[in-house]
T-cell receptor, first 115, second 114 residues
């Protein structure tokens, strides 16, 4: 396990379709985070998990977004009824309990384009 | 007001020169601070943590001023490979989690020219 893996790397979808992204964190990391990044902006927090528990969900996350981490390992982020404004890079990161020692390790991201 | 604010730049720096920039944060409860580096269309990568007493990592020096709530990064002897966006990052504690989450600034773009 060499890092955080995200799949797919790129996704093009038509407006109104549902999409699901997967993240596999570093195996010993118990925390997993989802961020979204648009051009010229820093990553914006969406949600995070400690093991299988979802601890916080950003107000940015409308009810069209849902994230799960059913067994405390990989996580999925689903967007229902996609809109053009959902086009962004979706980044997953993982860390040990607090991350104090070294912040997060990010995956390469999933770039979503809604047409 | 944004929780973490940075000058977007770009800072155009001749190779070999020194460049410095900073960011401000709004949450006085933040306890951990980082600089991340992000190359174009790549994921952010941790550059260095920032400690209260200031710290160096090779050509990079980070400083923290808790009273004024700002963090700085200085790059000496700039290399072409230092061209990137530098993200200022602080933790935001939550009522249910003292560590909380990381909040990112929008980044400062540095362009090192030959």
């Amino acid at each position: 396990d060499t890092g955080v893996s995200q799949d797919p790397r790129h996704k093009i979808t038509k407006r109104g379709q549902n999409v699901t992204f997967r993240c596999d964190p570093i195996s010993e990391h118990n925390r997993l985070y989802w961020y979204r990044q648009t051009l010229g902006q820093g990553p914006e927090f969406l949600t995070y998990f400690q093991n299988e528990a979802q601890l916080e969900k950003s107000r940015l996350l409308s009810d069209r977004f849902s994230a799960e981490r059913p067994k405390g390992s990989f996580s999925t982020l689903e967007i229902q009824r996609t809109e053009q404004g959902d086009s962004a890079m979706y980044l997953c990161a993982s860390s040990l309990s607090s991350g104090k020692s070294g912040g997060y390790t990010f995956g390469s991201g999933t770039r979503l384009t809604v047409v | 007001r944004k929780e973490v604010e940075q000058d977007p730049g770009p800072f155009n720096v001749p190779e070999g020169a020194t460049v410095a920039f900073n960011c401000t944060y709004s949450n006085s409860a933040s306890q951990s601070f980082f600089w991340y580096r992000q190359d174009c269309r790549k994921e952010p990568k941790l550059l260095m943590s920032v400690y209260s007493s200031g710290n160096e990592d090779g050509r990079f020096t980070a400083q923290l001023n808790r009273a004024s709530q700002y963090i700085s990064l200085l790059i000496r002897d700039s290399k072409l490979s230092d061209s990137a966006t530098y993200l200022c990052v602080v933790n935001v504690p939550l009522t249910t989690d003292s560590w909380g989450k990381l909040q990112f600034g929008a980044g400062t773009q540095v362009v090192v020219t030959p």
